[in-house]
């Protein structure tokens, strides 16, 4: 029966949701795989609030990026539309004749999440010589550092309390560029059913438990600079890194294991329309090439070990084929919408995955409230 044992099962569900609903899955452990990606985060949301509402709890959760929040409002019981509205509404609006229009909100930052570097940009100057050599004066023209983050320390306190209390396994990353490694933060029961100790190192990977201060190295975009240090490391987002965490999943002990693991990409596996004509378009194929690279290793990893499980080659207790069921954003969000929240693609993923998760495992929906 996994996660569903001696729970109560008479919390509401709804599109939206005050409380997260706990269902059997028919006896089938599920996980699911959440990949960030700026806007995109809202795909995610939208699946979070269509699984809700279909009555289903996954035994693991890994996620990336923005996705760790959503990840935390979700198991919190958060409305997710709701949150989505809150932060459509702090969101400056650019005129609408303005050329590149998404680009001036950037400029102006994301309240809550970034603003721009101009006082540090104009502080570096301060301190320079013209003696300095040429990377002194490139560091100061062009510095790494182009935002600020400004979630406050309560923001990154609820995520962690919220992912560390859960009694869903749940998992995301960092990357340390210096070592190369992987930091993989775990809650109690991601780190049980992994069978490994927190502070555990090896050379790809170090497990650590779930922190406000690993949340906030999780979110560390690479244009935040490299000032500071999270446990004495320089790290970044781990989605630049492994924008989905699957191959953990396939570790799980048995009781844990997932039988499917849903797969929520905020983009197409594949580039949708004419090759790039300009440097936007080449930006923006360059990212959708990097963060589909390693999911498709570790998709082939899986594909792997089933075509083993299946011809008896593999036959442990615990091994069984698991199915990967993705389910990623149909259009096209090019260069200039990475970081643009939209309640359009939380509709499309809602909708969609309401009609998909029946189609994959029949289940009836729940009574809930209609969206908004």
Same mark, same amino acid.
């Given at each position: 029966?996994?996660?569903?044992?001696?729970?109560?099962?008479?919390?509401?569900?709804?599109?939206?949701?005050?409380?997260?609903?706990?269902?059997?899955?028919?006896?089938?452990?599920?996980?699911?795989?959440? =990949?960030?990606?700026?806007?995109?985060?809202?795909?995610?949301?939208?699946?979070?609030?269509?699984?809700?509402?279909?009555?289903? +709890?996954?035994?693991?959760?890994?996620?990336?990026? =923005?996705?760790?929040?959503?990840?935390?409002?979700?198991?919190?019981?958060?409305?997710?539309?709701?949150?989505?509205?809150?932060?459509?509404?702090?969101?400056?609006?650019?005129?609408?004749?303005?050329?590149?229009?998404?680009?001036?909100?950037?400029?102006?930052?994301?309240?809550?999440?970034? +603003?721009?570097?101009?006082?540090?940009?104009?502080? +570096?100057?301060?301190?320079?010589?013209?003696?300095?050599?040429?990377?002194?004066?490139?560091?100061?023209?062009?510095?790494?550092?182009?935002?600020?983050?400004?979630?406050?320390?309560?923001?990154?306190?609820?995520?962690?309390?919220?992912?560390?209390?859960?009694?869903?396994?749940?998992?995301?990353?960092?990357?340390?560029?210096?070592?190369?490694?992987?930091?993989?933060?775990?809650?109690?029961?991601?780190?049980?059913?992994?069978?490994?100790?927190?502070?555990?190192?090896?050379?790809?990977?170090?497990?650590?438990?779930?922190?406000?201060?690993?949340?906030?190295?999780?979110?560390?975009?690479?244009?935040?600079?490299? /000032?500071?240090?999270?446990?004495?490391?320089?790290?970044?987002?781990?989605?630049?890194?492994?924008?989905?965490?699957?191959?953990?999943?396939?570790?799980?002990?048995?009781?844990?294991?997932?039988?499917?693991?849903?797969?929520?990409?905020?983009?197409?596996?594949?580039?949708? =329309?004419?090759?790039?004509?300009?440097?936007?378009?080449?930006?923006?194929?360059?990212?959708?090439?990097?963060?589909?690279?390693?999911?498709?290793?570790?998709?082939?990893?899986?594909?792997?070990?089933?075509?083993?499980? +299946?011809?008896?080659?593999?036959?442990?207790?615990?091994?069984?084929?698991?199915?990967? /069921?993705?389910?990623?954003?149909?259009?096209?969000?090019?260069?200039?919408?990475?970081?643009?929240?939209? /309640?359009?693609?939380?509709?499309?993923?809602?909708?969609?995955?309401?009609?998909?998760?029946?189609?994959?495992? =029949?289940?009836?929906?729940?009574?809930?409230?209609?969206?908004?």
């Amino acid at each position: 029966m996994g996660m569903a044992e001696g729970i109560n099962q008479q919390l509401e569900s709804s599109a939206g949701g005050s409380q997260l609903a706990i269902p059997t899955n028919g006896g089938e452990n599920l996980a699911f795989a959440l =990949g960030g990606l700026g806007g995109g985060n809202a795909f995610g949301a939208g699946f979070l609030a269509a699984a809700r509402e279909r009555n289903i +709890r996954p035994a693991a959760i890994t996620c990336t990026s =923005g996705m760790i929040v959503w990840t935390a409002h979700y198991l919190a019981g958060d409305d997710l539309r709701e949150k989505l509205r809150e932060q459509l509404a702090e969101m400056p609006k650019a005129p609408e004749s303005l050329p590149f229009g998404n680009q001036w909100l950037l400029a102006k930052g994301l309240p809550g999440v970034f +603003r721009p570097a101009m006082q540090e940009y104009w502080e +570096r100057w301060s301190f320079m010589s013209p003696f300095s050599e040429p990377k002194d004066w490139a560091d100061r023209l062009l510095p790494a550092q182009t935002w600020v983050p400004t979630r406050s320390t309560e923001h990154f306190e609820f995520v962690a309390d919220t992912l560390a209390n859960s009694d869903v396994a749940v998992m995301f990353n960092a990357f340390c560029p210096p070592s190369g490694q992987e930091v993989l933060f775990l809650n109690a029961a991601a780190r049980d059913a992994l069978g490994v100790r927190w502070h555990q190192q090896t050379p790809e990977t170090i497990y650590m438990p779930i922190t406000a201060e690993g949340v906030e190295a999780a979110l560390h975009l690479y244009s935040y600079g490299y /000032e500071r240090s999270y446990f004495g490391m320089k790290l970044i987002d781990g989605a630049y890194h492994r924008q989905f965490i699957l191959n953990e999943l396939c570790d799980l002990v048995p009781a844990r294991k997932p039988a499917t693991i849903w797969v929520v990409r905020p983009q197409n596996s594949r580039w949708i =329309g004419e090759m790039p004509d300009n440097y936007f378009e080449q930006r923006d194929m360059e990212t959708e090439i990097g963060m589909n690279s390693s999911y498709s290793m570790q998709v082939a990893r899986i594909e792997l070990l089933n075509r083993l499980v +299946r011809e008896g080659r593999l036959q442990a207790p615990g091994d069984q084929t698991i199915h990967l /069921e993705p389910f990623q954003f149909v259009g096209k969000r090019g260069y200039f919408d990475y970081f643009i929240e939209s /309640e359009h693609v939380f509709d499309t993923a809602y909708h969609r995955a309401l009609d998909q998760i029946v189609a994959r495992h =029949g289940w009836q929906v729940a009574p809930a409230l209609q969206p908004a």
